[in-house]
């Protein structure tokens, strides 16, 4: 990996040198901006929880069986107002909006927190592929409507009772069919996708047909290997396909390309990539280990 100086020069250059700037996000990104989902943020958010059911982290907790509706709502009002209701644009964010805001920009991510919105990115530029905290939907997919949960995750958090429970009467039920709501979150074979939803993902490809006119940069930001398909395997292929893209990708542990050869596909670490692939591309990547924070002070 070239010097960190070098790199960060670099990127400069190519921001300021882009016709359009392509960012893709996935969870380290919001995790670099303080939302984690662990440690103190946790503790001090969610003690009573810890008592009652043994919660860890915020990850594990949406995965527990809870009893009742009425249980599991108290617990995820509250997961949603500390990770999305209750939160405005973190500094990191904004950040990142300082610096691309004058450029022909588009954001895909498979975030769910809103936080480019609450930053002041365009929601015309703006594909969120896995849903929102902030929406619900019929947990039977019966239609095709999403509706915002803002007032009733405010309700039930104030009407949580000792037991951690919110009154049955607001659970909420759909207007259509009458099973319970649930969360816009793709997790399983319901997750409803809007008529938003499909004009956001149009535009995406609207962009990317349109930015291989001119000079395209990727910004990849805190992508790992949980859904890889959506947006990081993509990006790799477009590094490849075009000598007018380059890619520069922040993640913490995973910077390998994944490069084919002979047929398979390999995620090959940067130091090994001119085995693969020729000094041309080679020139076009640029990885980050580095903290996403600090890469971007360096940049103004
Ligand atoms: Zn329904």
């Known amino acids: 990996m070239e010097e960190y100086s070098k790199r960060t020069e ?3 250059k190519l921001i300021n040198d882009a016709d359009y700037i392509l960012i893709g996000a996935g969870a380290g990104l919001s995790t670099a901006a303080g939302l984690e989902y662990s ?30 509706p009425e249980e599991r709502w ?31 920009y588009f954001v895909i991510t498979t975030n769910t927190d809103d936080q480019f919105l609450k930053s002041g990115f365009d929601k015309e530029r703006f594909f ?4 929102s905290y902030s929406k619900l939907q019929c947990s039977k997919a019966c239609h095709n ?12 958090i104030e009407k949580t ?21 649930d969360l816009n979150l793709r997790k399983d074979n319901f997750f409803v996708e809007d008529d938003e939803w499909h004009k956001q993902n149009q535009a995406y490809v609207d962009f990317r047909k349109k930015a291989l006119n001119g000079k ?3 910004l990849e930001f805190g992508i790992g290997f949980n859904t890889p398909i959506i947006i990081r395997f993509p990006f790799d292929e477009l590094l490849k396909s075009s000598d007018n893209i380059n890619l520069a990708r922040f993640n913490r542990s995973h910077v390998e390309l994944t490069v084919e050869h002979n047929g398979q596909y390999y995620l090959v670490p940067e130091d ?11 020139e076009r990547y640029l990885p980050f280990k580095e903290d996403i924070g600090n890469t971007l002070d360096e940049l103004f």
């Open 10 to 12: 670099k990127l400069k």
């Open 39 to 68: 440690g103190k943020r946790f503790y001090d958010n969610f003690p009573e929880y810890m008592k009652k059911y043994g919660f860890t982290d915020m990850y594990t907790s949406m995965f527990y069986p809870f009893k009742s």
């Open 74 to 104: 108290a617990y995820f009002a509250k997961h949603v107002y500390v990770n999305n209701t209750g939160m405005e644009g973190t500094y990191l964010y904004k950040k990142l909006y300082e610096l691309i805001k004058d450029k022909d």
């Open 128 to 131: 969120r592929t896995q849903g």
């Open 145 to 156: 409507k999403l509706y915002d949960n803002e007032e009733l995750i405010l309700e039930m």
């Open 161 to 181: 009772d000792e037991d951690l429970k919110i009154p049955s009467e607001l659970v909420p039920k759909c207007p259509v069919c009458g099973e319970e709501m």
């Open 216 to 218: 395209l940069l990727l």
């Open 272 to 282: 090994e990539l001119d085995k693969y692939l020729s000094p041309e591309i080679n």
